[in-house]
């Protein structure tokens, strides 16, 4: 069977190739109909990403309008607009209820962190799934694995024990897009660079943390351990990076919000992005593209994320006996002026 590309997709309707890269990436400058048109055919078509959608197509059309319950969503903090998960849940939402299944939200309190209780609104005789994103607490995330549920997590607790969870696992790809920024950074003479994050913050931390740090081993350039700070909160992020007396060529940040306080610690010491260090964030916020100068970072695709948790969640509710997945989606460095000379 022929694989489908972007290019057949743009053919069969009519447009550009970059009108459906844009769709499907979730990029900025496209109509919204438009761009569910353009889903709407990458399905029909059979395209990769969402091959399991069409595969089931003929199932979704006939039971439509039959309600088989709640998926549960379960969030540990606030998702406001500029959280990369933001956009995958407004996708994800209206792709389930096209299967009848309608997305609850439910907000785990510090309560029911501490006592590890489910939150008053939950109930889980009416779920048929859970999926949980800024969820970092194991042992509370270990409580959700035992109630008898489909669960996916979209990030999670960090795995520097190497200790897993007994449930499917989403992440966005955060090894490639370092990887390759670090060797730019080095053929371009750069070869003193840090990381700013709490590694032990969530898994995708540390995955950008170990991608950074196996980058530079493999090119054999040793990390000055001076230029690895590990914390998160811009307070004490400030007073240490005003206390330094020398800072490398670049910064790779966890997200772009440290980089953003990282930055504003700068300038108050009098120093300059990108005149006197590089900086690179990742998640693509809406804030990467507007602060100055605009920031390197590596863009997240939300719209193949949702596509890839509805899979997740309705295969793992089909056949609970599978083996469980853990699914990284394509990410893409893009640069812009906070590493320009």
Known sequence: ???????????????????????????????????????????????KQFSYIRAQAGTASEQENQ???EIALIIGSAIDASHFASLMLDKLKRELSQWGYTLITHRV???NFLCRTLPFTFSPEDVRAIICIEMFDRAYDEMICTLGLPVVFVDGPHK??????????LYMDNTTAITRFVNDMLVRGKRRIGFIGDYEHCQSFFERYTAFRCAMLMADVPVDERFCIK???PEPLTNILTAMEEYPDVFICANDFVADDAIY?????????????????????????????????VHIHTQIMAVAAMQLLLSRIEQPSLDYRIVHTETELIYRDSTRL
């Open 1 to 47: 069977m022929k694989k489908v590309t972007i290019q057949d997709i743009a053919d069969e309707m009519g447009v550009s190739r970059n009108t459906v890269s844009k769709a499907i990436n979730n990029a900025e400058g496209l109509a919204e109909a438009t761009r569910e048109r353009i889903l709407q055919k990458a399905i029909e078509m059979g395209y």
């Open 67 to 69: 309600s088989k319950g």
């Open 109 to 111: 309190e510090r309560d």
């Open 160 to 169: 520097r024990d190497g200790i897993d969870l007994p449930a499917d696992q």
């Open 231 to 233: 914390l998160l909160n």
């Open 265 to 297: 610690a700068l300038r108050k010491k009098g120093k300059s992005v990108p005149g006197d260090v590089l900086f690179c964030g990742f998640d693509d916020s809406p804030q990467s593209r507007i602060m100055t100068p605009s920031l390197t970072t």
